[in-house]
């Protein structure tokens, strides 16, 4: 079945960089559109930054030149580099896949920015 596990997350300081890391299996990863997402307490998940087949990218205004998404087709891993992390970056963060017609998401991993 499909699977998508985070890890990465934890805590860092404003101006601090994590990397997050997907880990997909039961689906043609490299055939589908992956995105990252996120929700920070008391407001709705929204969309952080999607990376198509061929390595296109589009990320939400408030992450552009601080975020990179990345992914790995031979080891079906997908990537979240973030730099210059502000405290409104916290939330937890999940990847999202679309196959067949049907929304996956992982159980998501928590950042949190904080002094």
């Known amino acids: 079945q499909v699977q998508l596990v985070e890890s990465g997350g934890g805590l860092v300081q404003p101006g601090g960089s994590l990397r997050l890391s997907c880990a997909a299996s039961?689906?043609?990863?490299?055939?589908?559109?992956m995105s990252w997402y996120r929700q920070a307490p008391g407001r709705e998940r929204e969309l952080a930054a999607v990376?198509?087949?061929?390595?296109?990218?589009r990320y939400v205004d408030s992450v552009k030149g601080r975020f990179t998404i990345s992914r790995d087709n031979a080891k079906n891993m997908l990537y979240l580099q973030m730099s210059s992390l502000k405290p409104e970056d916290t939330a937890v963060y999940y990847c999202?896949?679309?196959?067949?017609?049907?929304?996956?998401w992982g159980q998501g991993t928590q950042v949190t920015v904080s002094s």
């Open positions: 999202k896949t679309l196959y067949r017609g049907n929304i996956y």
């Open positions: 039961g689906f043609a990863f490299s055939s589908s559109v």
């Open positions: 990376i198509g087949l061929g390595g296109t990218t």
